[in-house]
């Protein structure tokens, strides 16, 4: 496609980064973002799965959750309601080669995140109380991502057994059980001791902050420590790489036993065999050798091996320096890693001299008497490129829980990367780097007393915040086009919503909606699927479809300079689809395939019997397409469908980047100008029945280790007024992790990972859910504390602190979802489909700071009920079955939801 003239394109790109390893070894990396009035402050420890210690399996990931139980200034769980009462959000995750921590919070609380890091990781305080308390958490955690799901077990347990030999990529990276709760309180102060020192962590500073700010502040850092005395993990040779292919082979073509995201995957990359063009290619990609970029573009890197030197391969993403090598004894490869990989004199120089050839594999080779330090990235010498990725979350506080489509209360958002990190080199870039640097040393390297440590910083004056105007204009069609301009990256988000969405399936055809939105990105009059596709891919963009219960949208993201031609294809996409018969016959199986995997779900399985009970006849029962509605749908009722409802006058075009309002209306008339208006079908609303008592719908999974529960009532529909006092009821009640029914029954009680409670509203209705996934002989004593809370909340409400610091997490995390363009544009979504004032994205924190105690605790009352209320339970009902006596109704349905008759004792 043809570029086109508009300011910030992606030539002139660039983020703003800047390294600096402090005297202490702390390495700190800042970036300046002013897209919104938030900070992220993160820090990485280099301490993961493949270096915990033999015995004590899943460690590494155990002590991630023992690093938010408290420490010299911070009691038990304080970490958390810090963050969430200043409007922040949190969490950490556990990966194969470091543990990460962090912090999202408004940037006038940036001190106070830097505060609390630094208290934990100078002090961290466990009592044997809160350690047993962790051991039961972690525990629930491997049980609902791994032992309670269909296959879930083989990532885990299954695949890294059998693709590696060497125990440090072999052994159950989530932990055995056994040797989670054996873990002991000397175990967790010699970790602590050997890992989390701060020349063995990076601080990462991302956003709305300026160098004259840090200077102001006085951040607190853990003082100067000795090298940690850590074991690294042994180097993978060419037996184990054998195994991992073996291992692909007898998988079958379906099974990805190493995704690209994998370290299996990593480490073949590492040791496959290059041609001599591919590294040239490779070293120029990574060096900038012809575009003067930074020596670190886009998280590749490499090491350089001299001759007669011999280095481990080290992480070389953008967040890591170099850093100092420990010495003697403590630079060598354990034992137990054998000696496979390890190479010397002429051998290792022979293997170079193959490698750089491109005739043979490159080995990862350890370092037997390191000296010196690991240089930046240079232009490679020598050797090729060795290329590694930055591993994934393995888990995330929030990612156990059932979401729903709609507008939701609970919705978090983690600010993105603006693109991929470098450092500018030009004249105005060395000064800017400079003068931060200077900054940060100074605002950084204060060594701070016991006194000082101790007095908790207190968040500064609320920083304004302000979206961009919106431009509007209704075409001669009816189609509405909303622009609004957000430049801090130069891409664009297209999204083309129409009005209609599950509610407007038949009952008989669920997933009509959802499939069309599918089945017209296969093709146009103009165009094929995969010319779609790499058009796309032309643009710096994506495509993709969502549909929810009241709408279907088409979204489309790419490079801000391509904005006309982004908007043409959606258009092309919505107006022309050919619907090709062989592409439908894919979707078709592939969903086919998706609803059986939904039946092994249990999560699944409760939402889908909570919502069916609540909502009866009406459309919002329906959550997804059944065999029986996919074998019905064709190729004429898709075409009835998307004649019926893909209308301009049923739709509207948001579009959100940095881009010029004039020209993308421009480009929105000549693309969408001949779409033709027709009338629209309107859902029919049966009325929801009323719920009298507590009524269980029992879901029999015979031999399920867990109970998944989904608890609540009918709420209000996403346009009524009192959404904003029901939205701090259930921030109180479950909708934040600092909530009462998580500090109750998770950090004190210690019965499940993932409880949490969500407020979703739609069109016409809406609904408040309680989720949890709670082990088999604690089922009756969660529903008795749930209970407990919700009559707790609707007798007494809330007011002072709590109330105060529910708003502040509220009004705290809006900027947080506004803050990227695909988080504003999601807001926006729901203003135009659910007929939300114009100005709810500037008026939202005003009036979540009016709401009274009295409208809280009359939402309460509107939102939680206690004696009616609809319960779902997915489990082996023989498990539970004493548990549940309170209960008087019972209705027991397998997981097709068809009723059965009680389920009776396996003998």
């Known amino acids: 496609p043809t570029r086109t003239s508009l300011p910030g394109t992606s030539a002139t790109f660039s983020v703003p980064v800047v390294y600096r390893k402090l005297p202490n070894g702390l390495?700190?990396?800042?970036?300046?973002?002013?897209?919104?009035?938030?900070?992220?402050?993160?820090?990485?420890?280099?301490?993961?799965?493949?270096?915990?210690?033999?015995?004590?399996?899943?460690?590494?990931?155990?002590?991630?959750?023992?690093?938010?139980?408290?420490?010299?200034?911070?009691?038990?769980?304080?970490?958390?309601?810090?963050?969430?009462?200043?409007?922040?959000?949190?969490?950490?995750?556990?990966?194969?080669?470091?543990?990460n921590y962090f912090e999202l919070m408004p940037s006038n609380a940036l001190e106070l995140a830097m505060w609390l890091e630094a208290d934990r990781m100078r002090s961290l305080k466990i009592t044997p109380e809160n350690l047993q308390n962790q051991k039961d958490v972690v525990s629930e955690e491997v049980r609902v991502n791994v032992l309670n799901q269909p296959y879930g077990a083989f990532e885990w347990l299954g695949l890294p057994q059998r693709a590696n030999?060497?125990?440090?990529?072999?052994?159950?990276?989530?932990?055995?059980?056994?040797?989670?709760?054996?873990?002991?309180?000397?175990?967790?102060?010699?970790?602590?001791?050997?890992?989390?020192?701060?020349?063995?962590?990076?601080?990462?500073?991302?956003?709305?902050?300026?160098?004259?700010e840090v200077v102001r502040r006085r951040h607190r850092v853990a003082p100067a420590a000795a090298a940690p005395r850590h074991r690294r993990a042994a180097a993978i040779g060419r037996e184990e790489v054998q195994r991992v292919r073996q291992a692909r082979a007898h998988a079958g073509a379906r099974v990805r036993?190493?995704?690209?995201?994998?370290?299996?995957?990593?480490?073949?990359?590492?040791?496959?065999?290059?041609?001599?063009?591919?590294?040239?290619?490779?070293?120029?990609?990574?060096?900038?050798?012809h575009q003067g970029e930074s020596d670190r573009l886009g998280g590749f890197g490499r090491l350089q091996l001299r001759p007669g030197q011999q280095l481990r391969l080290q992480r070389a993403d953008a967040l890591y320096v170099p850093r100092r090598l420990p010495s003697g004894s403590q630079g060598r490869r354990c034992a137990e890693g054998g000696r496979q990989g390890d190479y010397r004199g002429a051998g290792a120089r022979h293997q170079r001299r193959r490698a750089a050839a491109g005739e043979g594999q490159l080995p990862i080779v350890v370092s037997r008497k390191p000296r010196g330090r690991l240089r930046p990235l240079r232009p490679a010498r020598g050797a090729g490129a060795l290329r590694r990725r930055p591993e994934p979350h393995q888990h995330d506080l929030d990612g156990a829980r059932q979401r729903d489509d709609g507008g939701g209360s609970n919705r978090r958002e983690k600010i993105s990367g603006a693109g991929q990190s470098h450092v500018?080199?030009?004249?105005?870039?060395?000064?800017?780097?400079?003068?931060?640097?200077?900054?940060?040393?100074?605002?950084?390297?204060?060594?701070?007393?016991?006194?000082?440590?101790?007095?908790?910083?207190?968040?500064?004056?609320?920083?304004?915040?302000?979206?961009?105007?919106?431009?509007?204009?209704?075409?001669?069609?009816?189609?509405?086009?909303?622009?609004t301009r957000q430049d801090i990256v130069p891409k664009v988000s297209v999204t083309l919503t129409v009005r209609s969405g599950y509610s407007s399936d038949p009952a008989i055809l669920t997933g009509l909606a959802a499939l069309t939105a599918d089945i017209v990105q296969e093709g146009t009059k103009t165009r094929t699927s995969r010319e779609i596709r790499r058009q796309f891919f032309g643009m710096g963009g994506s495509l993709s479809a969502a549909v929810s219960q009241d709408y279907s949208s088409l979204s489309a993201r790419g490079l801000a300079e391509f904005a006309p031609q982004l908007?043409?294809?959606?258009?092309?996409?919505?107006?022309?689809?050919?619907?090709?018969?062989?592409?439908?016959?894919?979707?078709?199986?592939?969903?086919?395939?998706?609803?059986a995997q939904q039946k092994a779900s249990p999560q699944f399985l409760a939402n889908r019997e909570f919502r069916r009970a609540l909502f009866g006849e009406h459309p919002y029962a329906r959550t997804s397409e059944t065999e029986a509605s996919l074998r019905a749908i064709d190729r004429a009722k898709l075409e009835e469908f998307h004649r019926e409802h893909y209308r301009p006058n049923n739709a509207f075009l948001l579009v959100v980047g940095a881009v010029d309002a004039n020209a993308v209306l421009t480009a929105a008339e000549k693309a969408f100008g001949a779409w033709t208006r027709g009338d629209v079908p309107k859902p029919t609303y049966a009325t929801p029945p009323s719920i009298e008592g507590r009524r269980v719908y029992f879901v029999q999974r015979p031999n399920s280790i867990q109970s998944s529960i989904a608890l609540g009532n009918i709420a209000v529909k996403r346009s009524?007024?009192?959404?904003?006092?029901?939205?701090?009821?259930?921030?109180?009640?479950?909708?934040?992790?600092?909530?009462?029914?998580v500090r109750n029954i998770r950090e004190e009680k210690g019965y499940t990972y993932s409880p949490g409670s969500i407020l979703n509203g739609f069109a016409d209705a809406g609904f408040y859910r309680f989720s949890a996934d709670v082990r088999n002989e604690v089922t009756g004593a969660t529903l008795s504390e749930v209970f407990k809370e919700i009559d707790k909340m609707r007798e007494e409400g809330s007011e002072g602190a709590e109330l105060q610091g529910a708003k502040q997490y509220l009004r705290g995390i809006f900027p947080i979802q506004?803050?990227?363009?695909?988080?504003?544009?999601?807001?926006?979504?729901?203003?135009?489909?659910?007929?939300?004032?114009?100005?709810?994205?500037?008026?939202?924190?005003?009036?979540?700071?009016?709401?009274?105690?009295?409208?809280?605790?009359?939402?309460?009352?509107?939102?939680?009920?206690?004696?009616?209320?609809?319960?779902?339970?997915?489990?082996?009902?023989?498990?539970?079955?004493?548990?549940?006596?309170?209960?008087?109704?019972?209705?027991?349905?397998?997981?097709?939801?068809?009723?059965?008759?009680?389920?009776?004792?396996?003998?």
């Open 567 to 595: 908007i043409d294809l959606v258009a092309d996409v919505a107006m022309n689809p050919t619907m090709p018969p062989d592409e439908l016959a894919i979707l078709k199986q592939q969903r086919l395939q998706n609803v």
């Open 257 to 289: 036993l190493s995704p690209a995201r994998s370290d299996d995957a990593r480490l073949l990359r590492a040791v496959a065999a290059r041609s001599a063009a591919r590294q040239r290619r490779e070293r120029e990609a990574v060096s900038g050798a």
């Open 165 to 212: 030999t060497n125990w440090f990529n072999a052994h159950n990276f989530y932990g055995d059980l056994a040797d989670i709760q054996a873990a002991t309180i000397e175990d967790v102060q010699k970790f602590f001791d050997t890992y989390y020192a701060p020349n063995n962590a990076v601080v990462v500073v991302v956003g709305d902050a300026t160098p004259d």
């Open 720 to 741: 009524d007024p009192r959404w904003y006092e029901l939205s701090l009821a259930n921030a109180i009640y479950g909708g934040a992790f600092n909530s009462r029914i």
């Open 27 to 99: 390495r700190v990396v800042i970036s300046e973002n002013h897209t919104a009035p938030v900070v992220t402050v993160e820090v990485m420890y280099r301490i993961g799965f493949r270096i915990e210690p033999r015995n004590r399996t899943g460690f590494a990931h155990l002590f991630e959750h023992l690093m938010f139980q408290g420490s010299e200034h911070v009691n038990k769980f304080e970490h958390v309601r810090i963050v969430n009462e200043n409007g922040g959000t949190l969490n950490g995750s556990t990966r194969f080669d470091h543990t």
């Open 424 to 483: 500018d080199r030009s004249s105005s870039g060395r000064r800017h780097e400079v003068k931060t640097l200077a900054v940060c040393l100074t605002a950084l390297a204060i060594a701070s007393s016991a006194a000082a440590q101790a007095e908790r910083p207190a968040a500064g004056p609320e920083r304004p915040f302000q979206l961009a105007p919106r431009v509007e204009k209704t075409l001669a069609n009816g189609l509405r086009v909303i622009v």
């Open 818 to 907: 506004t803050a990227t363009q695909a988080g504003l544009s999601s807001v926006l979504n729901n203003v135009y489909v659910f007929g939300l004032p114009k100005d709810y994205p500037e008026s939202y924190g005003a009036k979540i700071a009016a709401v009274t105690a009295a409208q809280v605790k009359s939402a309460a009352h509107t939102l939680l009920g206690s004696e009616n209320s609809v319960i779902a339970i997915v489990g082996d009902y023989a498990k539970v079955k004493d548990q549940l006596g309170a209960f008087s109704h019972i209705t027991f349905l397998d997981t097709d939801g068809k009723p059965i008759s009680a389920p009776t004792s396996q003998p």
